[in-house]
DNA sequence: CTCCGATGTTCACGGTGTCCACATCTGCTA
DNA sequence: TAGCAGATGTGGACACCGTGAACATCGGAG
């Protein structure tokens, strides 16, 4: 117990969560993430090949948060859930900016299979496969839906973080949040057709 | 001229431009910018306080030539201007993502009344002030009208950038953006009135 | 009991931003 | 025209950072 730690993968991928939640992934480094746990720098290289890896895995934790948030929908019509989901996505960024950067800035491949199956992505698609469902959008129409929402919300937490909303309080954020998560989703159901 | 550089300041932010157009922020660095101009590192720190001052500089360099292509849209419809204007935004992004990172994640204080004038805002403003006039969009919705187009292209220029969509060839994207600002144009002329 | 692989340590290198004291040049003033 | 003051550039130093290589220690398999 004294040399060996038990499992400093997860020990340091705990220190980094702490590390970016305030300050973001620049705020990760596996000197002060080693120093946390109460060991040696290099230590961390038995685990991690460097320190996007341990940015990475930190990432993937946040994203697990991310998930438990995400499905709490029992709402019932499509429309409400489409906005509670962009609601949701946007009060994450808003609430915790740090973690927000390390899961979209983390310094990582663009692996488009596993982005496919993110848990946000997940409930984003059953909401639109039921609009379709419902008749309010083309079945063809409906990966061009889910990536303008996608765009949407997510550029809007963007301009709320770094972006010229960053002043606004919480509450002003959120109502012009709302009008913009209102806008594509009335514009999805009309033109998903014209896409083509 | 031997000592004195002349114009150590401006040569700075064109060094600072070229590392930045491959490699983007993190690229900017400041004892390669100042071994770029044949300078000692310390030079710097005669015309910037550290390196965000430079970065900053930079991001003003680059939004400057970001307003050139911007107004440059002859086209008379309201709706067409706001396409192109949207599809510029996103084409910036895509095209330059190094320097689209400088300005978007430069680090640097949130300003909210210097942002209101960037060009940019500025043509979408007037694009919409024109769909207010053709009656098509309520003026009390103009505002909430205009981040919303904002927060769409500019999370659709981040998920090609760093997110899901990264993996595609521009083609694919430029399709994709078309259709995610087909959306939102489509969507706040429908729900710009129910906003409040 | 012995040995081997996993894990952690130490030392070292090159890179970075930035502070401090010093050198040099330029322009204004007397 | 002489000289001084401020602007500008230099050199050295410090504290960080990521990371590679060699070494030390532990725990378990034979």
Redesign the interface.
Known sequence: MAYHHGDLATALVDASLELSRDGGPAAVTIREATRRVGVSPNAAYRHFPNRAALLDATAAAIQQGLAAAMTEDPDPSPIARLHRIGAAYVAFALDEPGWFAVV??GIRP?D?AR??LAPA?LALSAALEDLVAAGALPAD?R???A??C??????????CL??????LDRAEQRR?GD??I???????A???G??A
């Open positions: 979209f800035f663009p488009p982005v496919e992505f129409g990966d061009d839906a990536w303008a996608w765009a949407t919300v997510h550029g809007f937490a963007e301009l770094r972006g010229p909303l960053a002043g012009r009008a913009a209102r806008a594509v989703i009335a514009g999805i009309r033109t998903g014209s896409a």
